[in-house]
């Protein structure tokens, strides 16, 4: 899980020296914090240690590994360095934002015959493993970890680091955080407080995080914690004399007497003054609850929430009199009549749906998609579903409505990533059905209630990403960005036809033969069997022992996605459209390059004389409109191509 976001303000450092008249950080000196040993060690470790994803084949250590000795506490001696360093030993420039990387699974790099463990995991591979010295812990989850990490990204200068949590030493004798998990949820909140040693008011920022499945926990986990942000440097924070100096980069279990309990892949989502906690599984169970966390005063309480129960139309009929008949909500209109009530309709239980948060002159939770199930209609038991629903909670009413656009969107999904863009749009991206891996971006208007596929305009003018699905994708001030995520290559039918049938020739024919001298069919073709095959054929010269078949196995593969996505609405200049933004999208810090890749491209004909007629506040939805059918698309395409010189050097990024 992940989320963003921004240091302090050119303000907050100006404060620490009024009218800043001694220089940069109050201090004209560069005296810098002292870091024995930075981590990771080696510059191709310098992501998030392979988190969610592995390393290139090589790398001296595809996980990363956390030195003791990076950045001991308090290394900072001199002022300059207090007023321009945090509490982990880094500098900390004004407005910068900043990627937070929690926990997720990790697969290490462990390969047998030119291929992952993790998709190969059989015992004899397992013991292979063993024999060149991986340890058992790793090969008996066939590669994959589990973690508990903070790594942050500067979205800037396109940098991970390391954040090592500190603690409060004259209270706790070691650190205190979360078993390493999975299935969890974050959430970033800020919270103004009274400083507890100093009484001073001061501004926190905390990455919340709930549940999530870990081994020590029994079935879900149903522990809640926030780890402070280290957004500012520490002369920003009150310092008390001679007790514990709280410069953040610590995490605190919140108390836990009234929860949503225990669960797993649900969704969170947070406004300024709540956390609200969706869904999720537990003890075989969906659930489809609501409870809202009050940031202020650390409190849960679970929602009562409603659905609509009838809608209801009025005709009028040819003697002038009126009745009102039940109306479907596919059919509902604005003028009907909707009611709501405890019983009425909302969503369904579910995991790992798409979930946000939607500001704007009215505060929404969206969702889309996820997994539940229905009973079997023959047999006992349920079967699984993947859900293609679109539904908005209404924050002030408590009010669940199933949104119905007036066109086709996104086919159904679970694992799928969605933001908010603007005050009228979403965009959602990826996801999984079944063994069916996404790759598509879609656009979602709440004012014109009809998405708008993105994706072949996208990979026209971008580095698109691979399809992918338990990704982080989260927005920032210039965009979003998206990170990590699982891709599960979709299997070869006809080679897997071929060597099941030559397979299954082979065991007719040898089968007995192997019986009779005690062979199990799969150990044949092996390394391990090799000697005792050659004397077994020497023996009988048969040409069962003589002969090699590949033993038919599962072809998917299963890829941990490497490298950061960025999705941004760039700005041409007025004399080269007169239109709203257009959807570029950039791809930087991937794990071989730390370059920024800039696809900048701008439209103007053949839409200027639509633009000028609808006026620029409709300009994107005819654009929308336009691409979304192949003909439009391909017009806009040449259109691009024609005038991106007209782009000024301004319409790229710069981050």
Request: aromatic share 14%; proline share 4%; glycine share 6%.
């Amino acid at each position: 899980s992940a989320i963003v976001y921004t240091t302090w303000s050119q303000e907050d450092i100006d404060n620490l020296c009024p009218g800043n008249s001694c220089g940069p950080y109050c201090s004209s000196s560069s005296s810098e914090c002292f870091v024995e040993e930075a981590i990771p060690q080696d510059v191709t470790n310098k992501t998030a240690g392979g988190r969610n994803l592995p390393e290139p084949e090589g790398s001296p250590n595809p996980v990363g590994t956390v030195y003791d000795s990076y950045c001991p506490y308090d290394c900072c001696e001199s002022e300059n360095c207090k007023r321009s360093h945090d509490v982990l030993g880094e500098i900390v420039n004004p407005q910068e934002e900043y990627m937070l990387v929690f926990g997720g699974v990790a697969l290490r790099n462990i390969t047998v015959h030119g291929d992952y463990l993790y998709n190969n995991c059989t015992e004899e591979n397992k013991l292979k493993a063993q024999d060149s010295g991986v340890s058992l812990d790793f090969v008996s989850s066939c590669g994959t970890v589990l973690l508990n990490e903070i790594w942050r990204f500067n979205i800037h200068t396109k940098e991970w680091s390391y954040v090592k949590p500190t603690y409060n030493q004259f209270i706790d004798t070691t650190y205190n955080f979360p078993y390493p998990r999975y299935g969890h949820d974050a959430v970033y909140a800020e919270v103004v407080a009274k400083d507890s040693y100093t009484s001073q008011f001061v501004l926190r920022k905390y990455m919340y995080v709930y549940g999530g499945f870990a081994l020590q926990c029994a079935d879900a986990c149903d522990d809640f914690w926030r780890f402070e942000i280290p957004w500012a440097a520490q002369r920003y924070y009150p310092e008390p004399e001679g007790t514990y100096w709280n410069r953040g980069a610590h995490w605190e279990k919140l108390k836990n007497e009234y929860s949503p309990g225990k669960r797993m892949k649900h969704n969170l989502v947070a406004s300024s003054d709540y956390i609200y906690l969706f869904g999720g599984y537990r003890e075989g169970s969906y659930l489809n609850d609501i409870w809202r966390y009050n940031i202020q005063n650390d409190a849960w309480e679970e929602l009562v929430t409603y659905g609509i129960s009838s809608i209801k139309r009025q005709f009028t009929l040819y003697n002038n009199l009126t009745v009102q008949r039940e109306i479907e909500i596919e059919n509902m209109k604005p003028s009907d009549s909707v009611e709501y009530s405890s019983n009425g309709t909302k969503p369904l239980p579910r995991v790992s749906g798409a979930m946000t948060y939607f500001k704007s002159t009215e505060d929404y939770i969206l969702l889309f998609g996820g997994t539940s199930f229905r009973k079997r209609l023959y047999e006992s038991g349920n079967v699984s579903v993947t859900l293609g629903d679109f539904w908005v909670f209404s924050i002030n009413t408590q009010k669940w409505t199933q949104v119905v656009p007036f066109n086709k969107g996104p086919q159904s999904r679970f694992e799928a990533q969605i933001a908010q863009l603007d005050t009228k749009r979403i965009v959602l991206f990826g996801g999984r059905n079944q063994d069916k891996i996404f790759d598509d971006t879609w656009v979602f208007n709440l004012e014109s209630n009809q998405w708008y596929e993105w994706t072949e305009n996208l990979k026209a003018y971008s580095e698109y990403p691979t399809g992918r699905h338990k990704a982080s994708m989260v927005k920032s001030e210039k965009g979003l960005v998206l990170y990590g995520g699982t891709y599960t290559q979709e299997a070869d039918l006809e080679l897997s036809d071929a060597i099941l049938k030559e397979y299954q020739s082979f065991e007719s024919k040898c089968s007995q033969v192997f019986e009779d001298y005690g062979v199990d069919i799969s150990q044949v073709g092996t390394e391990s069997f090799e000697d005792r095959q050659q004397q077994l054929y020497d023996l009988t010269q048969n040409d069962c022992f003589n002969t090699s078949v590949t033993v038919p196995e599962n072809t998917k593969k299963v890829e941990f996605v490497q490298g950061v996505h960025f999705l941004n609405f760039s700005h041409c200049p007025e004399d080269a459209m007169a239109m709203e933004p257009v959807l570029i999208l950039l791809v930087f810090a991937t794990q071989t390059t730390s370059e920024l890749l800039v696809n900048t491209s701008c439209a103007k004909d053949p839409f200027v004389s639509t633009m000028k007629t609808l006026g620029k506040k409709n300009a994107l939805s005819a654009l929308e409109m336009a691409s979304a059918n192949k003909e439009s698309a391909n017009v806009m395409k040449a259109g691009q191509e024609k005038t991106a010189a007209l782009c000024s050097a301004e319409s790229a990024l710069t981050v």
